[in-house]
């Protein structure tokens, strides 16, 4: 069905008030439209469902260099015209090439495979199109939000003044976490409001906020937006299950305060992003009760375990929480973006209220108005909140939860059968669902070598599109990486994964037939 307009009538009319051609040809959503958005959301959904049946690799292997020259080409002021063409030429410039993250070789980063129903979400809440940054842009989409916000602290075991925001994942999250780490701290100093007023007191180049080397990056980068520089971030030494060596953190505060540094939080993670390890939040909440420091906890990956069924326990301290990053986009299972930033004392978030004559005024808030912007960075914001909830009110928590042990039980699963392989060197046992690992053909192969094996395997499997893994670097060696998020995965497949590694290794080592691998590859493909 074409419903693209000649150009030239829209140049005639486009002064026009109130023209039905004119609203026609851009196809606003209303309720004149209802029949054409119907078919578009259809066309869309097929060629989706379409391009999951054709995606037997997790990638097609393309290189930026390949694609590029087919977006040269591309005029914007020329369209194709309509849906079924747009989606016909976005078939080949993205679906073909996209990685799969649902796919079982797919094994890389922190993407989840998504649930149905917050699919489903993403049509109700882009349609109808709420704005959280105020009620009377949302209404009932802002308690939505602030119920599932006050579901996901008490999971949390946090207290009833807890509160927070959706935001757009854990760098924001994290980044709201020093900020207010940060401005509490002023504040008692200086009084309230007196940084947001006149900036930052000569004494913020002191603060020092304490995080284990495992932790996100997002941290030392917030800390320099903020103004506290990359140096405000000591890293703390991890034991050798990679969590943060709690001796070692009393250590690190007690010397920074020997150096006339100013100590105001610990971060600990709750799944570090390549190993998966649990920061011990018991003995490091005791160690923040003792030196009156903020504790921040970083679950944007072991979030999944406040519905974990079979891993629940392993939450035990996350109550003594100061502040608190979840993504629900990792292990909730929800499309990109879906996370939130929980505060423990609710009125914290007063530190990042700004109030605006034609948005959120003063008097709206002394009347009880609900506006989630008084909490957030953000102003326009989407409703992503709904996702989760039409995760919870129909497949239930318990379903998540049940998914991300299935991931975890995967993990296990795969080091196993790892650590039967004489040639592969596993660098730790896996506590959540990640696994950190080399090709090591022989005790006797150099470290240089071992290097260039491990980014050749990756370079290779993510080529040929048999399989997408991450790398990553430990003590400035390259190790290989696992990131298991899907529980529909099968141990047989990840064996499979696992074989290719092992041969391309083989293929890759000096004396190896070249190119062994990507003949062997063909032959898969083909067979
Ligand atoms: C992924 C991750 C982040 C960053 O979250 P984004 O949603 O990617 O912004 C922060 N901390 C940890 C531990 C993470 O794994």
Known sequence: MRTSTPVPSIHDRADATGDPEIARSAQLFNEHNLDLYRDQVHQAADAVAAALRRARHVHSGVRPDELAPDFEALDLDTPPGDMPAALDELRRLYLDHAV???????????????????????????????????????????????????????????????????????TQSNLMAVLLMRDAWCAREYGHGRVQTHGLPAAASR???????????????????????????????????????????????AHSREQGDIPIAVVATLGTTDFGSLDDLG??????????????????????LLVSIAHRARIAGLERADSLTVDYHKSFFQPVSCSAFIVADGAQL??????????????????????????????????????????????GADAVGAAFDGAIALARATCELMLAEPRLELLH??????????????????????????????????RDGEAMIAATRVGGRRYLKFTLLNAATTVEQMREIVDLVLEYGRANAVGAVPGSAAVNAQWRRHG
């Not at 009760?289 to 072991?302: P, S």
Request: proline content about 4%.
């Open 100 to 170: 799969y993250f649902h796919h079982p070789r797919y094994a890389a980063h922190l993407n989840c495979p998504v649930l149905v129903p917050s699919v489903a979400a993403e049509v109700v809440l882009s349609a109808i199109n709420s704005s959280l940054d105020t009620w009377d842009q949302s209404a009932g989409a802002t308690f939505i939000e602030q119920k599932l916000i006050a579901w996901t602290a008490a999971r949390a075991g946090l207290p009833e003044a807890a509160d927070g925001v959706f935001t757009s994942g854990g």
């Open 207 to 253: 603060l020092r906020i304490f995080v284990s080397e495992a932790s996100h990056f997002s941290l030392a980068k917030a800390a320099a937006l903020l103004g506290l520089g990359h140096e405000a971030v000591v890293g703390v030494a991890c034991d050798s299950a990679r969590r943060m060596d709690v001796a070692a953190l009393e250590r690190a505060i």
């Open 283 to 304: 003995p490091i909440g005791a160690v923040c009760d003792a030196q009156h420091l903020w504790l921040h906890v970083d679950a944007a990956y072991g979030c999944g």
């Open 350 to 395: 007063g530190l990042v209220t700004h109030h605006a004559d034609y948005l959120n005024p003063r008097e709206a808030a002394a009347a009880g108005t609900p506006d989630q912007v008084n909490k957030s960075l953000q102003t326009t914001k989407r409703f992503d909140a709904l996702k989760l909830w039409l995760t919870l009110r129909t497949v």
């Open 429 to 462: 046992r896996p506590e959540l669902s990640t696994i950190v690992f080399r090709y090591r053909p022989c005790l006797t192969t150099s470290e240089a070598e071992l290097d260039r094996l491990n980014a050749a395997i990756r370079a290779q499997l993510a």
